[in-house]
């Protein structure tokens, strides 16, 4: 059956034309392409928008079969399948949106070789009686999207994909092609483990996306910085406007209606048919602003998104990567800005430290918050400390189109700050049996009475108002960078701050601590280098 390479890669290329309308393969799309429609199994790390849908597609257009799509995302699959049928492609789809015997006349298709791609969730696909429905069916290949869900340790665990380890001793002879957009190296080497394919080839692209511009800025008023963002860099432009809860969702897009902006909420207690038609004008207009939760976007394609702002601070550096990667599909300049403050660590710390799961997934939460953390606070170049995250090294060590690249921050020397924190941290607890969030914490370092510091003679202590040389603004800039470096905690219901576990080294004055001084939050124009 196999033509050889040369034949092989012609015919691909023919696909991509007369089905797809593109003249030519992009990135690794050609060698990937071959390598599973020859036969072998692939493992393919590419960014949103890198083009893995064809990584798939068109080998199951070239080998005989069906080719089955696993995806959890039940959501999209009739728009995909939608999608494939508009031009020309035999594909269908099976989950639990289907009616009994909608899905027995799918099942029929497939059997009778009438199906060039099936799409279906992994739950569906590990149940016994698919499995005897797939041994008799002729496949193409298996191909796994979204791949990091099998992962335990990645931001978006799906326990349904680890029975997904069964295809590679049910199937021997299906070649199995698994994709995913957020791969760190751990969960790229768990992905392979998991899913056997430790014979694969493996495909990891560049995550590097030169045309947006990474921003983080201080949160003030964070509606009014948006407001300064949309009207001063992207007026009339598509955005997605990123908020944690549905109120705050509501807010801002009725505040940005309101300033003559037009935009549309977003978010999942929203009636279904309102979200649809929601995403459906967002998808179709030029210059509206879409303000959603983290519900929105999976497998959005649309080209044109000027820029993904977030008013709150994602849970990971995976979901930021994920989000901010829906700007600038189509290469063009694209904004990626974030406003974040002392309020988001200490409220996602709790929302953690308070949530249900195991103890194992608590760490695992946190230790992704502090890599997030750590990103807004770096004064280094944002791509830089992204790509190496992603286990990317760069060429550069500027980019010359972040924040920190564009306008350098001014650090200062903050080790004695921080020891007087910690100091402050240690008395109250000590001396008083009593731990305080920041706001209260502040009010002893600067000597403030308060009827709760009276209470507790506070001013008894040494070392009330010892930190009178930085303002109430300049210690909550502190400590939030000092919660990023783990120097202090946040804990609890109350977000009460305690040493951290690179404390002991400051105290001691085994190391200083640089931190930056806040810039005002920017006016900075797309003017920046690319
Ligand atoms: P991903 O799944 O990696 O996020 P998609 O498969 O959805 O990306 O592709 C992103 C966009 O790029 C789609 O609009 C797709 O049609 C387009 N695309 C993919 N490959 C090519 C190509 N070789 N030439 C032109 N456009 C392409
Ligand atoms: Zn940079």
Redesign the pocket.
Known sequence: RREGDAGQADRALEI?SSV?G?D???GD?RAIIEQVAAGGDAVVL?????????CYQIPALLREGTGIVVSPLIALMADQVAALEGVGIRAAYLNSTLELDEARAVEQQLLAGELDLLYMAPERLVLPRTQDLLRRAHLALFAIDEAHCVSQWGHDFRPDYLGLSVLAEAFPTVPRIALT?TATEATHRELTERLQMQEAEHFVSSFDRPNIQYRIEPKASPREQLLRLITTEHEGESGIVYCLSRKSVEQTAEALVARGIPALPYHAGLDAAVRQDHQERFLRAEGLIIVATIAFGMGI?K?DVRFVAHLDLPKSIEGYYQETGRAG?DGQPSTAWMAYGLGDVVSQRKFIDTGEGSEQFKRNARSHLDAMLALCETVSCRRVQLLRYFGQDTEFTSCGNCDTCLSPPQTWDATVAAQKLLSALIRLDRERGQKFGSGQVIEVLLGRENTRSTQSRHHELSVWGIGEELSEKEWRTAIRQLLARGIVEAEGDYGVLIPGPQAGPVLRGESTVELAVDRAPQRSSRSGGR
């Open positions: 991509l797809f593109y030519s393969f992009r799309q590419m960014p949103t928008g890198g083009g893995k849908s064809l957009a394609d080209p599909r």
